[in-house]
């Protein structure tokens, strides 16, 4: 049984790097020159990031309305950019239509995401449109550009550093995973405001992701339970500890989740440059492959992901 994960690792040693690629498989979006001699002035460098959309598993009709389904694809993207600290600027997007549900249901899709990608500027540049027996699935690619000095990758995280998510975790699926608002113009607030050492957007879940914050490096985390915030759409009447495991594993947040040096994010939280809440919810260090959540003692346990992961079952 093959699990998307090591799917996406065999893939990574196949893919055929040429002068262009400055970061390919393996982070939020891959980072590009604008051409193979382009030379390496910021101001020329690409930001690409895709994801895929399917009804049945990543949203349902109802209750989402195909506007809503359109403009997820669109936002999950948007967020892939905001964790390289980047600006999007353009789109293409793929409709694989349901043949039964006809023209004004692809109309209503493309709507909802032309509404979003107003907000933030994105123009829409081109993409492809099908027909089948199938669900409706839609596939957006983002191109963007970074900012400041460059993009912040996945890797740049060091011991000592404290961990910050923007935003509240957890109960996404209730249907804010649908209207979430992607964190562009926070990431962008944070690049001008503070050293980002390393980003990503929250998406598997924080048990997940935060593993890909120290992957690469001889690194550890420890995440205080306590700290973590818990949103609303948790249903209150749960007891914490339950609350705090919607919290921890439920994804779909499109939060960031970032790593700072402690005297940066001091600075962060006393003069916070947005609405959003940032949290500092822990800290990096240098156990590596150590990815604890202390509890209201300090007691540490191992924090296991526990996100939702595409498997395959056929052989
Ligand atoms: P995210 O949750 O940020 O969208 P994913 O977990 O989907 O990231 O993907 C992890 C990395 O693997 C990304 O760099 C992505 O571009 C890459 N990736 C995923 N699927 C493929 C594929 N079929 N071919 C090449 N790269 C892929
Ligand atoms: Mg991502």
């Not at 979003?116 to 669900?135: H, K, M, S």
């Not at 503070?194 to 550890?220: E, T, W």
């Not at 240098?286 to 990815?291: A, F, H, M, R, V």
Request: charged share 25%; hydrophobic share 40%; with cysteine.
């Amino acid at each position: 049984m093959a699990e998307e994960f090591e799917l996406i690792a065999e893939w990574a040693n196949l893919a055929c790097p040429n002068d262009s690629v400055l970061l390919g498989i393996g982070d939020d979006a891959a980072l590009l020159r604008g051409c193979r001699t382009c030379g390496d002035q910021p101001g020329s460098r690409l930001l690409a990031a895709t994801d895929l959309i399917a009804e049945g598993t990543h949203f349902e009709i109802p209750p989402a309305t195909p506007e809503q389904a359109g403009r997820k694809a669109l936002a999950v993207n948007l967020s892939d950019i905001a964790a390289m600290a980047g600006r999007p600027t353009s789109a293409l997007v793929s409709l694989l239509l349901p043949r039964t549900r006809g023209a004004e249901f692809a109309r209503r899709a493309m709507q909802g995401l032309e509404e979003l990608a107003g907000e933030f500027e994105v123009a829409l540049v081109g993409g492809d449109t099908n027909i089948w027996d199938g669900p409706f699935v839609i596939n957006v690619t983002v191109i963007g550009h970074p900012t400041g000095d460059g993009a912040i990758l996945r890797s740049g995280a060091r011991a000592g550093d404290h961990l910050f998510v923007t935003g509240q975790l957890g109960g996404s699926r209730s249907g804010r995973h649908l209207t979430f608002l992607p964190r562009v113009n926070e990431a962008l607030l944070l690049r001008q405001k503070v050293d980002l050492h390393a980003m990503i957007d929250l998406s598997d879940g924080l048990s997940r992701d935060v593993r890909h914050l120290v992957a690469s490096a001889s690194l550890g985390v420890r995440i205080e339970a306590g700290a973590v915030p818990i949103h609303p759409d948790v249903p209150e009447e749960l007891a914490r500890p339950e609350r705090l495991e919607h919290a921890l594993h439920d994804g779909e947040d499109f939060e960031l989740l970032f790593a700072l040096d402690p005297d940066d994010g001091e600075r962060l939280l006393s003069e916070p440059p947005f609405a959003a809440a940032i949290t500092r919810i822990g800290e990096v260090t240098g156990e590596s492959g150590s990815i604890l959540l202390l509890d209201e003692h300090g007691e540490p346990s191992e924090l296991l992901p526990r996100a939702y992961e595409h498997r395959f079952t056929a052989p």
